[in-house]
């Protein structure tokens, strides 16, 4: 019902408050998209003649060649966005051009950014995306006097889980498209139409989708050759199959688009953009939860595999679904290629949100055929286990086998990235063969009865607990926390941790109750659009409206940016970044005093209600919007 009147709201909720930022889009956006490269032309994977060096798994002692080629370009090309960025931090008596200039012949010197993606569903994608939006130098009024643009654009590594990592597929296959495009789609593309659920399939208007049916009949035939090519089907396959509809911008939702294509795309293979990464977790068969220890698995652009001391792999993603075993494929067996289809790839670290769909399957208009198939898995696989990825054959089967708990096994299951209660994808980025400075990690868990996050999500091991968050957080204010260096260990003794420091947190919103549940699977557009722009001011601190804090926080982020490589050169920090550090920074004790009645988080607007200015703003939103104005609390962290 709002769909007509969404472009009008933001359009002139720019105009009511020139002082928020809109996330606006120049007309005539095209949205390209990655590379239908399956050798079957569908969604089965298909038999491909293998390379005259076979492929192997190799060992995660280090970066993929490919991955450390690849850095030396990218790192080159943030150099520039990199002087912009700083420029418009502001930073008193900071030179940004003379200070990388003097240190760009040697690149390790220079500040390597990364950027984390929650899950939390729709939600994470929204919220996330307009933090995206925000960070984009290509978005209308990302470059404002308080705007963060150009921090994608300085960014080597872009990491998603679950919900975030739809948000991360999204971007990449469509020609890392900019959120505002993404949004707006293409006339009678589905592209980010989250109006109509996937049970239902898009609008009949659509690019290819004449009803619900046909939708289903399309998905299923799909999943069937899967099958019919000699592969266990699990229902991350109808999953990941009814997801890309609405994420990929292609003829229904792009069977055979695959995640290593990633590798082979220009804009990426230029290192123009961050390089991509999805997280999912690997759970023992007939495991019933998953161990928080359980083994965390990445998929990059030219890999699928584990940093962890368990697996310590990586397996050519182009290759997957060959029969490797102890880490090559013997001479005898196929190599074998599509398998790394990408909605099952995006489907693979959500897989938690099967369960939802299905939970629902048949209340909706999908035909029986389809929900037969479906049920006969789950009673194949038991109810437990409907969360599940089908990696079969395993490709890490007889590798590692003195430590790899799958090692025996001839399928590999793997779950949603979340599922282990790490709902940030730290974990690929906490790497020290990554040698991160500092990761912008953007929360949208739902931790709260009221879907707000509490910081418990990137919580161990790197800052302290959600008590002390909130007990010492001088909420709304983004307070920069100082986290515990040596807690950054993470399995392997004596590495040093890549990322220490500090951490940010804005817990607040501004224009819209972002705060949906993970389990709300259609939004109307107008929502869509006020939950990214949301996500926008949330990240620029309604682009300097809200405070004290809020006309620092770009000084403070560009700050955070430097302080290592500030560290490295051996360069006495700006006054400036010492301001930002000692009046934001966590002292390091604690306060784990139980918070009495749950957390409930503060509306920044709520609590300036006093100042007449935001309460004027809020009266505006709520006219101009027809939404509830208010806040959507969401977590911003900064991990330096
Ligand atoms: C953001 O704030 C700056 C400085 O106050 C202002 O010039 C700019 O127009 C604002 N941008 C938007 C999109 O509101
Ligand atoms: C992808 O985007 C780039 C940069 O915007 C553009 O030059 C290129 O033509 C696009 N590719 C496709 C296939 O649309
Ligand atoms: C890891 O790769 C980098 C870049 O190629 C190289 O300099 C380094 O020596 C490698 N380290 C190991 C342990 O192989
Ligand atoms: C996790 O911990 C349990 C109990 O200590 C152990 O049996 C299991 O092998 C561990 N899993 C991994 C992947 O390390
Ligand atoms: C892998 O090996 C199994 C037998 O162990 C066989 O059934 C299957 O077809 C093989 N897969 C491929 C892709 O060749
Ligand atoms: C399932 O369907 C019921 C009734 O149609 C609806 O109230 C509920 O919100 C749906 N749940 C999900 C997860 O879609
Ligand atoms: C934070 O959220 C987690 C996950 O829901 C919950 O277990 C924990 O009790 C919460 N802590 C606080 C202090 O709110
Ligand atoms: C969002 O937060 C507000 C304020 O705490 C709460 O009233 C509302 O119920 C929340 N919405 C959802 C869907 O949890
Ligand atoms: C580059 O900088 C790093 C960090 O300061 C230093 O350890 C390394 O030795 C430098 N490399 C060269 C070639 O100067
Ligand atoms: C760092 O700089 C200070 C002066 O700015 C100097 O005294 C000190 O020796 C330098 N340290 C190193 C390790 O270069």
Same mark, same amino acid.
């Given at each position: ?6 472009l009008?709201?933001?359009? #002139? ?26 050798? #079957?032309?569908?969604?089965?994977p ?31 090309? $943030? ?8 420029? &418009? ?16 012949? !040697? ?8 950027? /984390? ?6 939600? /994470?994608?929204? !919220?996330?995306? %307009? ?8 978005? /209308? ?46 006339a ?19 690019? #290819? ?30 999953w ?11 003829k229904?939702? %792009? ?33 019933? *939860? ?5 083994? *965390?698995y ?17 397996? =050519? ?29 995006? %489907? ?9 769909a ?8 999908v ?17 437990a !286990? ?8 395993? =490709? ?21 990235? &979340? ?19 500092v ?8 931790? $709260? ?13 790197v ?12 909420e ?16 392997? =003794?004596g @590495?040093r ?12 919103a ?11 699977m ?12 949301n &996500? ?28 290592r ?16 550090? @000692? ?9 784990s005093? =139980?918070?009495? &009645?749950?957390? @409930?988080?503060?509306? *920044? ?20 919007? %027809? ?14």
């Amino acid at each position: 019902m709002h769909s007509s009147f969404s472009l009008l709201s933001l359009a #002139s909720l720019a105009l009511a408050s020139p002082s928020l930022v809109s996330v606006s889009s120049e007309v005539g956006d095209v949205i390209r998209r990655a590379l239908p490269d399956s050798p #079957s032309g569908g969604y089965a994977p298909a038999e491909v003649k293998c390379p005259s060096t076979r492929p192997t798994v190799r060992s995660a002692k280090n970066v993929s060649q490919q991955e450390s080629d690849w850095l030396r370009t990218r790192r080159g090309n $943030t150099v520039q966005p990199m002087i912009d960025f700083l420029r &418009g931090a502001n930073i008193a008596g900071f030179d940004a051009q003379t200070y990388i200039n003097n240190h760009r012949q !040697n690149l390790t010197e220079l500040p390597n950014v990364g950027i /984390a993606l929650s899950g939390g569903g729709y939600r /994470a994608l929204m !919220n996330g995306a %307009g933090f995206v939006a925000a960070a984009d130098s290509r978005v /209308a009024g990302s470059t404002d006097q308080h705007g963060i643009g150009g921090l994608l654009q300085s960014t080597t590594y872009l990491a998603g889980l679950s919900g975030g990592g739809w948000l991360v597929g999204s971007i990449y296959a469509n020609n890392f498209s900019t959120v505002p495009q993404l949004r707006d789609g293409s006339a009678g593309s589905d592209l980010w139409q989250f109006s109509r659920s996937i049970l239902k399939g898009p609008k009949e208007n659509g690019i #290819s989708i004449l009803n619900t049916a046909s939708y289903w009949d399309d998905v299923h035939d799909a999943v069937d050759a899967k099958r019919d090519a000699g592969y266990e089907a699990s229902i991350t396959d109808y999953w990941g199959r009814t997801l890309s509809y609405q994420l990929i911008n292609a003829k229904d939702g %792009g069977p055979s688009y695959t995640f290593s294509s990633i590798s082979r795309s220009p804009g990426f293979n230029d290192a123009n953009q961050p390089l991509p990464i999805l997280v999912a977790d690997g759970r023992l068969p007939n495991e019933k *939860v998953v161990a928080l220890n359980s083994t *965390v698995y990445e998929f990059n652009p030219w890999e699928m595999g584990s940093f962890d001391p368990s697996v310590f792999g990586f397996v =050519p993603l182009q290759y997957l679904g060959s029969n490797f075993s102890a880490g090559s494929i013997p001479d005898n067996e196929r190599c074998m290629s599509g398998f790394d289809q990408y909605g099952y790839v995006m %489907g693979t670290s959500s897989s938690l949100f099967n369960q939802i769909a299905l939970r629902n399957i048949s209340s909706e208009k999908v035909p029986s055929f389809v929900t037969n198939a479906i049920e006969g898995l789950i009673e194949r696989i038991g109810q437990a !286990n409907d969360d599940i990825a089908v990696y079969s054959p395993n =490709p890490f089967y007889r590798y590692n086998t003195k430590t790899n708990p799958s090692a025996e096994e001839k399928t590999l299951t793997l779950v949603d990235g &979340g599922e282990d209660l790490q709902n940030m994808p730290l974990h690929p980025l906490i790497q020290p063969e990554r040698g991160l400075d500092v990761i912008f990690a953007v929360d949208s868990s739902a931790d $709260t009865d009221n879907n707000f996050p509490n910081a418990t999500a990137p919580a161990s091991p790197v800052v302290p607990d959600a008590e002390t968050f909130i007990n010492k957080g001088p909420e709304p204010a983004p307070d920069l926390l100082r986290v515990r260096p040596q807690k950054l260990h993470h399995g392997r =003794p004596g @590495q040093r941790a890549p990322a220490a420091a500090h951490r940010v947190r804005a817990l607040m919103a501004y224009t819209a109750w972002g705060n949906v549940s993970t389990f709300t699977m259609s939004y109307s557009d107008a929502d869509r659009n006020a939950i990214i722009q949301n &996500g926008f001011n949330v990240a620029t601190m309604g682009n300097g409206t809200t405070g004290d804090m809020s006309t620092k926080w770009r000084t403070c982020i560009g700050c955070a940016v430097l302080q290592r490589s500030m560290l490295k050169t051996n360069t006495t920090m700006p006054a400036a970044c010492q301001e930002c550090f @000692q009046s934001h920074c966590w002292d390091g004790t604690t306060d784990s005093r =139980p918070i009495a &009645g749950g957390y @409930q988080p503060n509306a *920044v607007i709520g609590i300036q209600e006093t100042s007449a200015g935001v309460s004027s703003r809020a009266g505006d939103f709520n006219k101009v919007l %027809g939404l509830v104005s208010a806040v959507v609390a969401s977590g911003l962290v900064l991990v330096i």
